[in-house]
C-alpha cells in the first residue's frame, strides 16, 4: 500500500492513497516519486512523459522566446512605459513565462483589450493566494497586504508556448510597442 506523508499541524499523518473523480476523469492523490515509476512502466504513457523526456529542448526553447520578448521590450522598460522581469546575471530561469507589469490596472485592462483585438492571447498574471477561493477557505494573510493585490491589478503574461514563432512574437512586441508609445502622448 503507498502512503502519503505530509506535514499537518507541525506534526506527520500517514495518509493512503485518495481517489477523486469529476466531470474530466479521476486520478489517485500519490507521492511523485512513485507516480513517476508506476508511469514509466506503463505502456501506453500519458501525453505528459513526453515533455518530460524533452524538457530541456522545450526549456531552451521557452528561454529564447523569453529572451526575445525582454529585448524587444527593453525600451518601453527604459521609458518606464511597462517592467519587464530583471534576472540577475548569477541567476537562471526556465521561461516559464514572460509577465509584464503595467502602471496601473486601466492601462492593464486597456493593454490586454487591445492585444486580444490584434487576436493576440494576452491575459492578467494571477490572483493573489491569499484571495483565491482556496486561500480565503484555507489560509489567512499576515500582516498588511503593501504590494500584493494591489501588484496583481497590473500584471499581464504574453503568449509564450513551445512552437510561437519568431514573427507571432514581434507581433506581440509590435502591438505592445503602438499602444504604450500612443497612450503615452495622450
Request: proline share 5%; hydrophobic share 40%; charged share 20%.
Amino acid at each position: 500500500m503507498i502512503f502519503r506523508w505530509s506535514i499537518q499541524r507541525k506534526s506527520f499523518v500517514k495518509r493512503a492513497p485518495t481517489v477523486h473523480s469529476s466531470s474530466k476523469g479521476w486520478w489517485i492523490n500519490i507521492p511523485g516519486q512513485v507516480l513517476a515509476a508506476v508511469i514509466s512502466n506503463l505502456k501506453y504513457k500519458p501525453p505528459i512523459w513526453a515533455q518530460l523526456e524533452h524538457a530541456d529542448g522545450i526549456n531552451g526553447y521557452r528561454t529564447r522566446v523569453w529572451q526575445r520578448y525582454n529585448t524587444g521590450l527593453a525600451q518601453l522598460a527604459a521609458k518606464s512605459l511597462i517592467r519587464i522581469p530583471n534576472v540577475p546575471a548569477d541567476c537562471l530561469h526556465n521561461g516559464h513565462c514572460f509577465p509584464v507589469r503595467c502602471r496601473d490596472e486601466e492601462t492593464r485592462d486597456d493593454l490586454l483589450a487591445h492585444l486580444n483585438s490584434r487576436g493576440i492571447g494576452a491575459v492578467f498574471h494571477y490572483i493573489p493566494l491569499h484571495s483565491s477561493p482556496g486561500g480565503l477557505e484555507f489560509t489567512r494573510f499576515h500582516g498588511e497586504d503593501v504590494w500584493t493585490s494591489t501588484t496583481s491589478t497590473c500584471l499581464l503574461r504574453l503568449p509564450l508556448w513551445h512552437g510561437i514563432s519568431d514573427q507571432e512574437i514581434d507581433w506581440v512586441i509590435e502591438s505592445m510597442r503602438d499602444f504604450l508609445n500612443h497612450r503615452r502622448l495622450r
